[in-house]
């Protein structure tokens, strides 16, 4: 981890790494419903690393919003992705986080991130919203719900909307 810099934690490394390479790593709330439902026993086991517990800003998970927006990339983050994202900027940390959205979130707007068991991102792209059925074309913009695996429908032939690299 990175020395002198507030290391943020994803998921992904709260679950794979050792406990003591935990130790003083920064954390959202919204982490703790995610490994209670998918790793029970590695949350018990978190109570010993001494993790920093933080809520970003409404300015820094404004700011984390309109990057994610102008890459595309909001209709594929949850809202705790978004709340490390927002938390990495309010202490100008380093984030550590193998989904490629956010590492590509990241590159994109110069914030500092390294993966937790993957390569990573090798390069940023930039996301849109494509109807399967009437191929109308959406940046998702002004979406306000959080669609991790499916983006939803399209508003105007009510088709599944799918994401395509731009």
């Keep these: 981890m990175t ?9 992904g490394a709260l679950i794979n790494w050792p406990i003591e390479l ?6 959202v ?17 978190l109570e010993a690393a001494n993790l920093i517990w ?11 919003t309109k990057i994610s927006l ?6 594929g983050l949850s809202e705790t992705d978004l709340s490390l994202l927002a938390l990495v900027i309010d202490i100008k940390g380093h984030l ?3 989904d490629y959205r ?14 937790v068991e993957t390569v990573g991102i090798s390069e940023t792209w930039n996301w849109e919203l494509k109807c399967r059925g009437c191929g109308r074309v959406t940046s998702g913009r002004g ?5 991790r695996e499916s983006p939803g429908e399209c508003e105007d032939c009510g088709s599944e909307l799918r994401f395509r690299k731009v």
Excluded: H
């Excluded at 102008?70 to 209709?75: C, N, S, Y």
């Excluded at 979406?143 to 669609?147: E, G, H, N, P, S």
């Design 3 to 11: 020395m002198g810099v507030p290391n943020v934690l994803d998921t």
């Design 22 to 27: 935990l130790d003083g790593g920064y954390v």
């Design 29 to 45: 709330e919204n982490q703790r419903l995610e490994l209670s439902r998918v790793s029970p026993e590695r949350m018990l086991s």
């Design 54 to 64: 933080k809520s970003p800003t409404i300015e820094s998970i404004d700011q984390a």
């Design 70 to 75: 102008d890459t595309g990339d909001l209709d």
């Design 96 to 98: 550590y986080t193998d």
């Design 102 to 115: 956010i590492q590509n979130v990241c590159s994109s707007a110069g914030i500092k991130w390294s993966p």
């Design 143 to 147: 979406r306000t719900r959080f669609a």
